[in-house]
T-cell receptor, first 114, second 111 residues
Framework: ETGVTQSPTHLIKTRGQQVTLRCSSQSGHNTVSWYQQALGQGPQFIFQYYREEENGRGNFPPRFSGLQFPNYSSELNVNALELDDSALYLC?????????????FGSGTQLSVL | GESVGLHLPTLSVQEGDNSIINCAYSNSASDYFIWYKQESGKGPQFIIDIRSNMDKRQGQRVTVLLNKTVKHLSLQIAATQPGDSAVYFCAENQAGTALIFGKGTTLSVSS
């Protein structure tokens, strides 16, 4: 177990709806990253948050947004859901400034868009 | 396209054999590489990492080799066990922010 927890574990939405996914970082970590993993693919970087600000973003449209809170927990929000948004969404935490970039992943939220 | 990829999508071995999983990367500026193991229904689990100033690093039953000349990374698992069955991803770090993952190799271990 990594200490990174995500909720919910599974979610079903319909096209056009909005969704919020939540993540609690591993104790002592100050950075959270979100990844999208389509079936049979490797995780793809969405964005990273450090000190409550976005600190890097992958090739995802603005309808993917996030927040990091003072306790280092985080949310991923996706607006106007599309069928292709169906995927496993992974949250990972790390400790920036420690010289150790290892990411520790949660078990993910499986999102299905119908 | 993918900047990190794996040579084989699947690998089948017998229990007790040594396994070698290969990965090619395309960005010669990448300075940090990680291997992750992902079991069904779980998130990726850290196995071992290596920096670009090293050629080899060993862990418990695992060894990572880095060949910067041909931009190749490999993971060796000694005495493979059924519990090693999973999807294995290599990932490279660019600009210190995002990990770039390949598509993965599915390792199947039969007893």
């Amino acid at each position: 177990e990594t200490g990174v927890t995500q909720s919910p574990t599974h979610l079903i939405k319909t096209r056009g709806q909005q969704v919020t996914l939540r993540c609690s970082s591993q104790s002592g970590h100050n950075t959270v990253s979100w990844y999208q993993q389509a079936l049979g693919q490797g995780p793809q970087f969405i964005f990273q948050y450090y000190r409550e600000e976005e600190n890097g973003r992958g090739n995802f449209p603005p309808r993917f947004s996030g927040l990091q809170f003072p306790n280092y927990s985080s949310e991923l929000n996706v607006n106007a859901l599309e069928l292709d948004d169906s995927a496993l969404y992974l949250c990972a935490s790390s400790l920036v400034g420690s010289g150790d970039e290892k990411l520790f992943f949660g078990s993910g939220t499986q999102l299905s868009v119908l | 396209g993918e900047s990190v990829g794996l040579h084989l999508p699947t690998l089948s071995v017998q229990e007790g054999d040594n396994s070698i999983i290969n990965c090619a990367y395309s960005n010669s500026a990448s300075d940090y590489f990680i291997w992750y193991k992902q079991e069904s229904g779980k998130g990726p689990q850290f196995i071992i990492d290596i920096r670009s100033n090293m050629d080899k690093r060993q862990g418990q039953r695992v060894t990572v080799l880095l060949n910067k000349t041909v931009k190749h990374l490999s993971l060796q698992i000694a005495a493979t066990q059924p519990g090693d069955s999973a999807v294995y991803f290599c990932a490279e770090n660019q600009a210190g922010t995002a990990l770039i993952f390949g598509k993965g190799t599915t390792l199947s271990v039969s007893s």
